[in-house]
């Protein structure tokens, strides 16, 4: 089983300070939750700390419909796992259907992020809890190799059983300490959706 974690995703609701903005009452009014957009929010973002890296959804938009579309998946040999900036924590069953159009994915993450839960009939297809990436990765590891995913690491060879843990935002390193051996399928920085196409089409070729 190869099991995928987008860690330190850019998937947040707006900050209090931008959602007090004159601007954002007008824009969104009693809305219960925002999720903050920098193709949207970028004028205001620049007040916030690490602007130049937040608010980016849709980099886990693509990366979900990229792993749950894939032969891997429907072949019940990937498990994916959402962390984000502020330590929540996605689970998602596989048979989700990741919708394509990013404004209804923003809808369903704003949905989550209040309900903590979206479910289909018996099914529970997303929940969401606080969690460290550390103790997400203790726990879902269970023994498995655990590697990182990252341009200055060794030559990455696939694996069908192992813990890769995928950046999930734009620019710069992870924050958590991450002590794993670090590897790289090349010697730049790459798109996380690119990074995850690779290895998941790796583990299913063996």
Known sequence: M?????????????PRSLRSLP??????????????DSNYHHTSMQTLPDAYRRGRPDIVHVCLLNALESPLNKDGGLEVYVHTRNDKVIY???SWKVPKSYNRFVGLMEQLFSTRRITAGDTELLRMVNKTLPDLITEVSSG????VMHYEGAPYEPDPDEVLVIGGFPHGDFVSDLPFSRFSIHGEELVAWAVLNHVVYGAHGT
């Open 23 to 36: 601007v954002m009452k007008k824009k969104y009014g009693r809305k219960d939750v925002v999720l903050l």
């Open 144 to 147: 498995m190799p655990v590697k």
């Open 2 to 14: 190869l099991k995928i974690i987008i860690a330190e995703a850019e998937l947040e609701p707006m």
């Open 92 to 94: 998602i069953d596989p």
